[in-house]
């Protein structure tokens, strides 16, 4: 997950030991999140997100309980329609538990995707 920052700088992130590294920044303006209930909607929510638009898939996260949670960045108004056409695309296969974009999202949102994917 290198390289997931904001543009007014670096931050400072524990890694598994615990040990501070810094991470790497580039500008994220905005922050895009699809759950799903089930792989297939998930992967057709990915597929049909980087499609759509410019915008770069940062991780993909599975909480448990067949959750699934598709994260990308990019400009807002590409995540926004990333966001809306992968919700389209995972709606035809399966089941949306929720979507969200977050303009301008804090180093320490952020820092949180640093970590490693649950699962």
Avoid at 16 to 28: K, L, N, P
Wanted: negative net charge; without cysteine; hydrophobic residues 50%.
């Amino acid at each position: 997950m290198a390289g997931i920052g904001v543009t007014y700088g670096s931050v400072r992130s524990p890694n598994a030991a615990g040990e501070s590294a810094m991470i790497e920044t580039f500008g994220v303006e905005a922050l895009g999140l699809v759950e799903t209930f089930g792989l297939a909607a998930a992967v057709e929510a990915a597929d049909a997100m980087v499609k759509t638009a410019s915008v770069r898939v940062i991780t993909k996260q599975q909480p448990g309980g067949g959750l699934i949670a598709i994260m990308v960045t990019g400009e807002t108004s590409a995540v926004q329609s990333a966001v809306d056409a992968g919700v389209a695309a995972a709606e035809r296969v399966g089941r949306v538990v929720s979507r969200r974009v977050i303009a301008r999202p804090d180093a320490d949102i952020l820092d949180l995707l640093e970590r490693p994917p649950v699962r």
